[in-house]
C-alpha cells in the first residue's frame, strides 16, 4: 500500500523564533482544552515533537497547528505577531 501525499510528512524549516510561537500556541491550545474539560490531543503529541526538534508533520498535523497559531495569534504579543505570520507562511507551502 503506498502512501497518499496527503498523508506523508512535510517538513518544516522554522527559525528558533518560529518554532517557539508554534511551541507557545500548542502550549495554548493544551491550557484551553484542559479549561474546558477536554482531552488536549494531538496538541501534546504535538508539543512533544517540537520540543524534540521533529518538525515533519502530516496534513492534518499541519491543520491543527495552523488552527493553534491562528488562536494564538488574537492574543499574541507584538514581538511573536510577526513570528506567527512566519510560521503561517512556512506551513502552507510545506501543505501545497
Not at 3 to 8: E, F, G, K, L, N
Not at 25 to 37: F, V
Not at 68 to 83: G, H, Q, S, T
Request: proline share 5%; aromatic share 6%.
Amino acid at each position: 500500500m503506498t502512501t497518499s501525499a496527503q498523508d506523508r510528512p512535510a517538513p518544516l524549516d522554522l527559525s528558533h523564533e518560529e518554532s517557539w510561537v508554534v511551541h507557545t500556541a500548542l502550549l495554548a491550545a493544551i491550557e484551553r482544552a484542559y479549561s474546558e474539560d477536554e482531552e488536549p490531543t494531538p496538541a501534546t503529541d504535538l508539543l512533544v515533537r517540537v520540543e524534540a526538534g521533529n518538525e515533519d508533520f502530516t496534513r492534518a498535523e499541519l491543520d491543527y497547528i495552523v488552527d493553534a497559531l491562528c488562536d494564538y495569534r488574537d492574543e499574541a504579543p507584538d514581538r511573536d505577531v510577526e513570528f506567527v505570520a512566519r510560521a503561517l507562511a512556512h506551513i502552507e507551502a510545506a501543505k501545497a
